[in-house]
């Protein structure tokens, strides 16, 4: 899992810089290694020719990190190199955030944020009452939980015991406006999930076995599961971690070519 997670930050950074324009390379640096690990070992039946009642589902609700769901799919097969290369050109079905298209295995359209929340559990509902196999995986970022409607999507999923539906947030402590304690803090995710009534497990974020660990374990009888990933904003990058400019940015060859070598570089990463 760490191979490939490995390979989809290289792959990430370099439709990053390949596509001429600035993306939101900071937040989808810090969940590599949840959609690694996802994409790699956890979602079951994401074969095209899988019937919709059988197919895992996986929602992105923090879509402007799509680039990392590219990266997930492509390593694993599900999208071409062709479709990885236009990303964000004319005409692409690769943009800035995540459109549905079940042919290609994305499950949810993703900008406005919060939204992905509510799907998922309404996906797992559906589930629950129509007695399918499939389980539902939805992704937050902290900043994100600064939204109303997922409280109100979280609250849901304890009301009808959706012990299927997995909730993960990115914390990595940081959002559009600069660190996440001086706009909204904050600091006892895994509290509130308790209070609220999730199963929750508290995890390094870019910590493979950790990762694999807490999604693989039973559920709790009756209620929906939290996962609080503990993750760094442009992790694996030394002048984008905890930085936050690039939250949304544009790389240049001169940058793009030094976080490269940091990442085939000694410290584990491309090999």
């Not at 197919?55 to 390593?75: C, N, P, Q, R, V």
């Not at 004319?90 to 949810?108: D, F, Q, R, W, Y």
Request: charged content about 25%; glycine content about 12%; some cysteine.
């Amino acid at each position: 899992m760490q191979r490939l997670a490995d390979k989809m930050r290289i792959r990430a950074l370099t439709m990053a810089y390949e596509c001429g324009v600035n993306t939101h390379i900071g937040g989808t640096l810090s969940i590599i290694e949840l959609l690694a690990v996802l994409y790699g070992k956890v979602l079951r039946n994401l074969g095209e020719e899988a019937l919709f009642e059988e197919k895992d589902k996986f929602i992105l609700s923090k879509g402007h990190s799509a680039l990392g769901l590219y990266a997930a799919m492509g390593e694993v097969g599900m999208l071409t190199e062709e479709q990885m290369a236009a990303f964000q050109q004319n005409g692409s079905e690769l943009v800035a955030h995540p459109v549905m298209n079940t042919k290609l295995g994305i499950e949810s359209s993703n900008g406005s944020l919060g939204q992905g929340v509510s799907m998922a559990v309404g996906l797992a509902l559906s589930a629950k009452k129509k007695n399918r196999m499939y389980r539902t995986f939805v992704l937050v970022g902290n900043g994100e939980c600064n939204e109303g409607i997922v409280w109100e999507a979280f609250e849901t999923a304890v009301q009808f015991g959706l012990s299927d539906l997995t909730v993960i947030i990115d914390n990595n402590k940081m959002q559009s406006d600069g660190c996440s304690e001086n706009v909204i803090s904050v600091d006892n995710f895994g509290e509130r999930m308790k209070a609220f009534g999730f199963d929750v497990e508290e995890i390094d974020g870019h910590n493979v076995y950790e990762i694999e660990t807490a999604l693989m374990r039973g559920r709790a009888e009756g209620k929906p599961k939290a996962i609080i990933a503990h993750t760094i904003k442009g992790k694996g990058v030394s002048f984008m971690e905890n930085n936050n400019e690039w939250h949304h940015k544009r790389l240049t060859q001169e940058q793009y070519l030094r976080a490269l070598q940091e990442l085939k570089g000694d410290n584990g990463y491309g090999h």
